[in-house]
C-alpha cells in the first residue's frame, strides 16, 4: 500500500483549464502505448474519481483550513523574510490549493491501487527505472529529491540546485550546463537509492500536457538546430507526402500535424524526454512524492517548496525572462483545433495518464468552441 502523501497548501493563482471533454474511447496501458492497447481506466473512471473527491472535499474544507503542517527547518526565518521583501503575504496558505493537491493525491491513491501499476521502483523494467533514476535530481544537504520534466520550468530548478550546492553564484545566470555539477539518483548505489526515496522530500512540477507538448514543439524545431537535423528531418522525410525524394532537408519547417504522426509511431518509453510524457518521466505510481506543483501556480508553488527544504532567505525561484514567449490559451487552442481531430483522438491516449493522475481536464475541440 502506498504511504499517505502529505497534504500541503499553497494560494491558488490559476487553474486547469474548464473546457468539454472530448469524445475518448481508447484505453492506454503504462509505458508502453499501443493504439490497440486496452488495460487502463478510462476518462469516465477517472472523471468519477475527482468528482467524488471534489466532493468529499469540500465537505471537509472545513477541516482542511484549519490543518497545520510542520514548519520546514529554517522556514519562519524565510517567511519572515520573504514578507519583508513583499514575495510572501501572511496567510498565504489556501485551502483551494490545498483541495487541488488533495484532489491529486485522491486520484494518484486511487489509480496506482490497481493491480497492473507499479508500486515501487523494483516492479518497474529496466528501461523504466533507468528514465526515472535519471530524471532526479538529489541534494543532501538540504534532503530532497526533484523529478524534473523538461518544459515545466526545469533550468530554473536546476539553477537553484547549483546554487544551493554553492556552485552557482546566481539564479539569474542566462546560459548553463544542464548536466555538470548536479547530482543524479541513478548514480547512487541500490541501498543508497532506498534510502533517499524513504527519507527525503520528494517533488515534482507538472504542466497541462498538450501546453507542453506544444511548448517543445515550437522550441525544439524552431529555435534549436540540433533537434531539426536529429528529429526534423526525419519527420519531413517520412510523413511529408510531397517531399522529394532527393530534394534537400532542413528539418526547420516541421508542421505540428506532422510532429504528432511521428509522436503516434513512436513509443512513449523511448520518446526524447521533452515530449515525453510526465507520467513515464517521474513514475508517480512508484515513487510517494510529498508535493507536486503546477506550472499554473509556478511562483507561489516554488516558495512553497523552498520554504519546505529551508532553503536560505537569499535563495530565490528566477523571474521569468523577457524574451520568454509563453504558450497562450488562444495559441494552444489554435493548433489543436486545426489539427486533424482523427490524429487529436489517437494523440490523447499517450498522455491520458498525465492528464488522469495531475487533474486536467481533456481540450475542447468541438466545432462550435474551435469556430471561436
Sequence with gaps: MLPRRQDFGMKKSGGPRNSSVIN???????????RSSAVLPSVLTFLVIVASGGLLLMIEKGMLSSMDTP????????QDFMRQVGRLSPGAEDVDSQILQEIRNRTIRSMCSQKNMPHSIMSLTPLQ???????????DQYHFLYCYVPKVACSNWKKVLKVLNGDLESVDVIKMDHHSDLQFL????????EYRLKHYFKFMFVREPMERLLSAYRNKFGEIESFQKKYGVEIVKRYRKTHAKDAPVKGDDVTFAEFVRYLLDTDTERMNEHWMPVYNLCQPCAVSYDFIGSYEHLERDSEFVLQRIGAPPHVRFPERQTWYKPVTTET????LCTLPQKLLRELLPKYILDFSLFAYHLPNTTTEHCRH
Design 24 to 34: 475518448l474511447r481508447t484505453t492506454v496501458i503504462p509505458g508502453s502505448v499501443r
Design 129 to 139: 527505472r533507468k528514465t526515472l533514476l535519471q530524471h532526479i535530481l538529489v541534494n
Design 186 to 193: 541513478s548514480s547512487f548505489k541500490p541501498e543508497q537509492i
Design 71 to 78: 514548519p520546514p527547518r529554517g522556514a519562519g526565518k524565510r
Design 332 to 335: 494552444l487552442n489554435y493548433y
